[in-house]
């Protein structure tokens, strides 16, 4: 059974870091991406970033871009999301998923068949 569980929300200050940890289990993830999405209250789950297990293309949302870095562990089969300059608009539920032959359509929410229980990470001004 595929399991993700995420780690490393909290609370921080505008400008400050976070780094949030998807480990992974149940399956080989060869030829699988790995994503993190993302939900604020009252707003509908949007696409932060995805890696493809394999390759390890990285892709990102723009509201993201130069602040968040995505990376994986394939010993540990982990997956980590780097948040830097964090603004109080990147607070959300953020949540790791994985799905396979995403091909281009990495940024849809309905390609991932699993997902973690997510993280709050909570950025005041």
């Known amino acids: 059974q595929v399991q993700l569980v995420e780690s490393g929300g909290g609370s921080v200050q505008a400008g400050g870091s976070l780094r949030l940890s998807c480990v992974a289990s149940?399956?080989?993830?060869?030829?699988?991406?790995m994503g993190w999405f993302r939900q604020a209250p009252g707003k509908d789950r949007e696409f932060v970033s995805a890696?493809?297990?394999?390759?390890?293309?990285?892709f990102y949302a723009d509201s993201v871009k130069g602040r968040f870095t995505i990376s994986r562990d394939d010993v540990k089969n982990m997956v980590y999301l780097q948040m830097n300059s964090l603004k109080p608009e990147d607070t959300a539920v953020y949540s790791c998923?994985?799905?396979?032959?995403?091909?281009?359509?990495?940024?849809?929410?309905?390609?991932?068949?699993?997902w973690g229980q997510g993280t709050q990470v909570t950025v005041s001004s």
């Open positions: 149940g399956r080989t993830f060869s030829g699988c991406v």
């Open positions: 890696i493809f297990w394999s390759s390890g293309s990285k």
């Open positions: 998923a994985t799905g396979c032959g995403a091909g281009p359509n990495y940024r849809y929410s309905s390609i991932y068949d699993y």
